[in-house]
């Protein structure tokens, strides 16, 4: 394990030389997106779904308008002679590409998301057992997959920093002694890294925990696609150990929207684990997947391999951004503090968590500002702390940032708005887990009163956006703090509560009995 205590604005010297790919001549290709656009472009009359078939004539000349006849063409069905019909297909060619370029024994591309690819790993250990320990700050969509694999959670809790309302991972220690804690035995494991703000745990020392007790370990790296693609970046947990990651491609490495892909890792359970994510991926794929998204990871793997020079420039603009903000000595940096968590052994420079209390406002304050009054889009942020997010290649105006944060800490200063903000109060702990998720999720239910709702046992999954994580699962017994911490959520500026009864959080639907 290599601990890196740098200062908060420059990214650690990564030690990290074996997990940057060498781009081989096929990796400078993307077979599927080329075969796209071959048959996009050939003179095709189509008497097929979709309905708008490639073309702006009549219905659809509103469509080819607002996108581009082009991206019309290119909305191919599946199942396509020359791009993903038979064997040894464009489509399998690029997933083979996919696997090589992350290190992984076999990659699935997914155009449902990451929310897809955790459940579709719920799904696939299901066969394994149903014993699981899950990180607590594990998202929503992976709860859901609990549900559908009727697997039996306990829960092992990230070291928070409390002040900021911050989540971050967990240690080899806390892992092992949850595993040994859980009434039945534990066969897979569930983890985040990086999180959100962008720590990154140690997970080789996770996976000799995990595979110890003879349990797969799957890792949500949602923002961790980038990982293992330049020699001053993390390592890939598909390297490191894994037996399954999912990965959110659009997050980082530059492909569309809705865009993921699921890696299985090349370790001792992979011959078992790979035929049941390929039923869990036929149960959780659309039949009718989109042609764009499925060019966009081709295309987004493609230049993680090939854009080396550009990944350098990056970084190096990352550090001038990081200095930018430092040097205004108000709007502080967090990462190079993450680094002081037992659970935290490196950071991704392109995510930059900012302390902004210099402001006078809440952090969902200032985000709600931002937008509205500056045209400015932060990742997400906590009553202290904004997330910006700076996509690879991209040198945005770190300026513009600072001066619209800089507008605002003067306006509040001089019209003394500090007391009419808005303050969450601190991250609930989690109640009781009286029902398994799956038995609450079908049981009889009814709709209470919040006061009426206290003790008794969730229904829904219920998790404060953003970041998604939930505050309350189905089985669990709701508390006060719970409550509190919802329903003021919900009347912050930005604040979302997915899967609530309603939006002000007034009622929570409970089991009967």
């Known amino acids: 394990m290599t601990v890196h205590h740098d200062s908060p604005f420059t990214p650690a010297p990564h030690s990290h030389p074996e997990t940057a790919p060498h781009p081989t001549e096929a990796q400078s290709r993307a077979p599927y997106a080329e ?16 309905g708008h078939g490639g073309t702006d004539e009549g219905i659809s000349a509103g469509q080819a308008e607002f996108f581009g006849e082009h991206t019309l063409s290119l909305d191919i069905p599946p199942l396509f002679d020359g791009i993903d019909l038979g064997s040894h297909t464009p489509k399998d060619e690029a997933l083979h590409l996919a696997a090589e370029a992350w290190g992984a024994r076999r990659t699935w591309f997914l155009t449902n998301g990451s929310s897809q690819g955790n459940r579709m790993a719920a799904l696939a250990i299901a066969g394994l057992g149903r014993g699981i320990v899950a990180q607590r700050s594990a998202h929503s969509s992976f709860i859901d997959g609990i549900v559908l694999a009727g ?3 306990a829960f092992v809790s990230p070291n928070v920093d409390e002040a900021n309302g911050i989540a971050h991972g967990v240690t080899p220690e806390a892992l092992d002694r949850a595993i040994r804690s859980h009434t039945e035995p534990v066969t897979a494991v569930y983890l985040v890294t990086p999180s959100y703000f962008g720590a990154v745990a140690d997970v080789e020392a996770l996976a000799e925990v995990a595979h110890a007790a003879g349990a797969a370990l799957i890792v949500d790296a949602a923002w961790g696609a980038h990982f293992g693609f330049h020699p001053d970046l993390p390592a890939s947990p ?8 999912i990965m959110s491609t659009h997050k980082l490495a530059g492909s569309l929207t809705q865009s993921a892909v699921l890696h299985l890792g090349d370790t001792e359970l992979a011959d078992r684990l790979e035929p049941a994510l390929a039923q869990a991926f036929m149960m959780t794929a659309s039949t009718s997947e989109n042609a764009h998204l499925l060019a966009s990871i081709d295309l987004a793997r493609r230049a993680l391999m090939t854009s ?20 205004t000595e108000r709007y502080h940096l967090l990462s190079g503090e993450f680094l002081g968590y037992a659970d935290v052994v490196d950071i991704d420079p392109f995510r930059l968590p900012i302390d902004i209390t210099a402001t006078g406002l809440d952090g969902h304050t200032v985000r709600k500002r931002l937008a509205e009054d500056f045209d400015i889009f932060p990742e997400m942020s906590t009553a202290t702390t904004l997330v910006a ?18 507008t605002l800490r003067l306006d509040t200063a001089a019209h003394a708005e500090a007391g009419t903000t808005s303050s969450l109060p601190p991250l609930p702990t989690p109640g009781r887990l009286a029902l398994t998720p799956r038995a609450a ?16 046992v969730s229904v829904s999954s219920l998790a404060a956006y953003p970041p998604g994580i939930p505050n309350v699962l189905p089985g669990e017994e709701i508390t006060v703090e719970t409550i509190d911490f919802l329903q003021t959520v919900a009347a912050s500026p930005s604040g979302h509560v997915r899967g609530s009864a309603d939006a002000e959080l007034q009622h929570f639907r409970v089991t009967k009995f």
Do not use: M, W
């Open 35 to 50: 075969a796209l656009a071959h048959a996009a472009d050939r003179n095709s009359l189509f008497l097929s779904t979709p």
């Open 151 to 153: 697997l039996n959670p």
């Open 238 to 245: 598909v390297t490191q150990g894994a037996d399954i990651v």
């Open 308 to 327: 080396g020079e550009a990944i350098s420039e990056s970084l190096d603009n990352i550090r001038c951004v990081r200095a930018q903000l430092e040097a």
């Open 389 to 406: 997010l700076i996509g690879i290649g991209k040198s945005p105006d770190i300026e513009r940032l600072i001066d619209a944060l800089e």
């Open 441 to 456: 999720y079908f049981a009889e239910s009814e709709l209470v009163p919040a006061a009426e709702a206290v003790g008794r």
